[in-house]
């Protein structure tokens, strides 16, 4: 017997607050037993599992694993504009002028995730 991926863990300092961020880029929801200043948080969404878990050390370095993100129901860069209204930050563009590429984001927490074209998009350009 294979093992299943449960959750992909993600060391933060604030678990609750990047959950909650989390939470509305997946369109997931919190726990309902996960609460300001809990030690960690869970996000159940369609796609994933995500659990949050405060550690003392800061981050440093870029990530080593890192999320990659392909909208649903909006183009990527629809989707980008509403991460960085829901607090994300711009790391690079790696958007090329015939619709391909991908951007690199940072979430709250400084994490790097991507954004790539959605399945119409690639459709679309195939």
């Not at 678990?15 to 996000?43: I, N």
């Not at 829901?86 to 690079?92: C, P, R």
């Amino acid at each position: 017997m294979t093992s299943l991926v449960r959750h992909v863990t993600i060391d933060c300092a604030d678990p609750y607050t990047l959950a909650g961020f989390w939470a509305q880029v997946l369109d997931g929801r919190l726990a309902d037993d996960d609460h300001p200043g809990d030690p960690e948080a869970l996000v159940e969404s369609a796609g994933a599992a995500l659990l949050f878990i405060r550690v003392p050390d800061a981050k440093a370095v870029k990530n080593r694993v890192h999320l990659d993100l392909q909208p649903q129901d909006r183009t990527r860069d629809e989707e980008v504009d509403r991460l960085l209204a829901l607090g994300a930050t711009l790391a690079g563009d790696h958007r090329r002028p015939d619709g391909t590429g991908w951007v690199t984001l940072f979430d709250p927490e400084g994490n790097e995730f991507c954004v790539e074209r959605s399945k119409g998009e690639r459709e679309a350009g195939a």
